[in-house]
């Protein structure tokens, strides 16, 4: 079962799977100071949305090494990819598309169990 996919790379239930999402979106304001008054707040805009998606693999039991170093070459490719987020049944919502800005992983007991985190970026071109 799909979970999400980040273009091509799907995020499923047995395999590269994720355990937690953690999304932060942050407004750009700057302060105006006024005179005798309380200062003023004046919007510059947005910065990009961040993502961090975490999991944990274990690739002699349930696969998913090949599907996660195929995000390493994404990342490489340096392309912006569609972000999607499958529903129930067969509904799914295009979050827009993101650039992978980092992964980072721990292997432990001999690469049996990797725990991964892929940091990712809203990207507007």
Do not use: C
């Amino acid at each position: 079962m799909a979970l999400m996919a980040i273009g091509p790379h799907v995020f499923q239930v047995i395999g590269l799977n994720h355990q937690e999402i953690d999304t932060s979106s942050e407004a750009i304001v700057a302060e105006v100071p006024r005179f005798g008054l309380m200062d003023g707040a004046q919007m510059h805009g947005m910065k990009r949305p961040e993502m961090s998606i975490r999991g944990v693999l274990y690739p002699d039991q349930l696969g998913g090494l090949p599907d996660y170093e195929g995000l390493r070459a994404a990342q490489f490719a340096l392309r912006p990819l569609p972000l999607i987020r499958m529903g129930r049944s067969f509904s799914a919502a295009v979050l827009g598309a993101v650039t992978i800005e980092r992964l980072s992983d721990v292997e432990s007991y001999g690469g049996k169990k990797v725990a991964f985190t892929v940091d990712l970026k809203g990207y507007y071109g």
